[in-house]
């Protein structure tokens, strides 16, 4: 089968539309955004553990209608926000924020890396396995691999 031949007038134009920015790696298994507590000082740890290892992005601290700092991380879908206080604070409940993740190998990799403690949970159906931890101000995080249908 024979190609035929190139158009030698044809000029494309550049794209002058905005460039729509990439999803995020990383989806918090959530209705509406999230809201937790972290330990002041630990800001680096946080970034570290959340923008570094998990994929979020971090938006600028900012005062909400209270006095405190407040850390914004965005997710593909949700926005996990903490506010900052002194060590002493009382925590609601104990339920993970569940995470989902491109790569569940991947992100154990960097967490052994960084030696991060951490349990290995399975499911009850096959394949579905999902890591246990705390993040540095002691919120628990439950991290799963996306699965893509279709």
Do not use: C
């Not at 924020?97 to 991947?106: A, D, M, Y």
Request: net charge negative.
């Amino acid at each position: 089968m024979e190609l035929e031949p190139s158009n030698p007038d044809f000029d494309p134009k550049p794209d002058r539309r905005p460039k729509m920015p990439e999803p995020l790696p990383v989806r918090v298994i959530a209705i509406n955004d999230s809201v937790s507590h972290a330990v002041a000082g630990r800001e680096k740890e946080m970034d570290e553990f959340y923008v570094t290892v998990l994929g979020f992005a971090r938006a600028n601290d900012v005062s909400v209608e209270t006095n405190f700092s407040v850390l914004i991380y965005h997710a593909e879908n949700v926005d996990l926000s903490f506010t900052i206080r002194e060590p002493i604070f009382h925590r609601d409940d104990l339920r993970p924020v569940q995470i989902e993740v491109q790569s569940l190998r991947v992100t154990e990799q960097a967490m052994i890396d960084r030696e991060m403690p951490y349990t290995r949970q399975r499911g009850l159906a096959p394949g579905q396995e999902s890591l246990v931890l705390q993040d540095p101000s002691g919120n628990w995080v439950e991290i799963t691999e996306r699965r893509q249908v279709g």
